[in-house]
């Protein structure tokens, strides 16, 4: 740990914190030119979006594409901090004094830590508010272009079987993606083979629980009759919740404070908040992850440049580092299927990657 702190230490330090800085220049020079595109391509084409406008809109991205890009930034960065090293033999000089890789190598570590915390306790939140701002700049903007866009006009849902259809029209959505504001319940009971109106109740808030729906403040008026009013009332329903939340709440809103709460209330409701466990512990694994990426750059750049092949170790690591990035997309999915837990789909490619990196750091420093 004292050598962390020494002016070798320092040194690496700032070589590996400068690497990250070229590579995170140049990845995200890129994100903002290909989003801004993309912006131009998918909205201006169908809404009045200027070169300003569809700007805004890529800046307010760009907080969530650093943290998804970040561990490739990291992997770029510490292969780039330590190949510079390497080419002006400072390596071989730090060897001969008799420094192992073991030390020189664990302040890309550390910076992959910081980093790591630094990301999911500032950047994500960050992220996530102004990804919550860019998807309703957006809905808006193609709002004035179709009238049916939901965000203005509230949002649509239908249940029913062979027997009968509820329409439910809602102004608002809640926070838990399960509760429905100032919403309109429309009834259409099917009579000599045709959907006839029956009732409509406007319900002030409307929560959706395993198999009914809980009103409450419900108006309800059917043909030829007065309305009665209600205080709570509950309907069947067979509409999945999960689905319904996975709809309206999109992880990427959530911050890394906000996941805990959200997911202890939807367990509370029955729910299986599957998709926001699975971000929640991608966000505590993601310091290893970084760290585990910083390693990956390490130690796949220690080969000597005399010995030659540097560029295969080179395009080893990023082979390695795109293979993790995949195994770990895969792993999700199977954690969103219910095939296997949360935890272990987003701690095993960090823990893979720490195990490959060391093995790799054993193998060409012990032998």
């Known amino acids: 740990m004292s050598f962390l702190f020494s002016r070798l230490g320092r040194y690496v330090v700032a070589a590996v914190l400068g690497g990250i800085t070229v590579a995170l220049t140049a990845v995200l020079v890129s994100i903002l030119l290909i989003d801004f595109v993309e912006e131009m391509r998918t909205i201006g084409t169908r809404a009045e979006l200027g070169a300003l406008e569809a700007s805004r809109l890529t800046l307010l991205k760009t907080p969530m594409l650093v943290e998804q890009t970040l561990p490739f930034v990291v992997l770029a960065g510490s292969m780039i901090a330590i190949i510079a090293l390497n080419r002006r033999s400072e390596l071989i000089a730090m060897r001969a004094s008799g420094v192992s890789a073991w030390r020189f190598l664990a302040p890309a570590g550390l910076v992959g830590i910081i980093l ?16 919550s701002q860019f998807q309703s700049n957006r809905d808006i903007a193609l709002a004035d272009y179709a009238e ?3 965000p203005p006009h509230g949002v649509w849902i239908r249940q029913g079987d062979a027997s009968g259809q509820v329409v439910i ?15 309109t319940f429309m009834f259409f009971e099917m009579q000599n083979d045709t959907l006839r109106f029956t009732r409509r109740m406007q319900v002030g808030e409307a929560d959706l629980r395993p198999g009914f729906w809980q009103l409450s403040n419900v108006v309800e008026a059917s043909p030829g009759q007065a309305p009665s009013r209600e205080a709570h009332l509950a309907i069947p329903t067979s509409l999945d919740a999960t689905e319904l939340i996975d709809r309206f709440v999109n992880p990427a809103t959530l911050s890394f404070w906000e996941l805990p709460e959200f997911i202890r209330d939807a367990r509370q409701a029955g729910f299986a908040p599957t998709r926001y466990e699975l971000k929640f512990q991608a966000l505590l694994a993601y310091p290893l992850l970084l760290a585990a990426m910083a390693g990956l750059g390490a130690a796949f750049s220690l080969q000597l440049s005399r010995l030659g092949h540097l560029a295969q170790w080179g395009a080893a690591g990023v082979g390695i580092g795109l293979f993790l990035f995949f195994y770990g997309q895969l792993a999700g999915a199977f954690a969103i299927t219910q095939t296997v837990p ?7 490619a960090p823990a893979a990657g720490i195990f490959i990196a060391l093995a790799m750091i054993a193998f060409l420093e012990d032998g």
């Open 116 to 131: 790591g915390i630094l990301t999911i306790t500032l950047l994500n939140p960050l992220g996530a508010s102004l990804y």
């Open 148 to 150: 049916h866009t939901a």
């Open 169 to 183: 029209h809602a102004d608002r959505v809640g926070s838990s993606g399960a509760q429905l504001l100032d919403a």
């Open 342 to 348: 949360a935890p272990v789909a987003a701690w095993s």
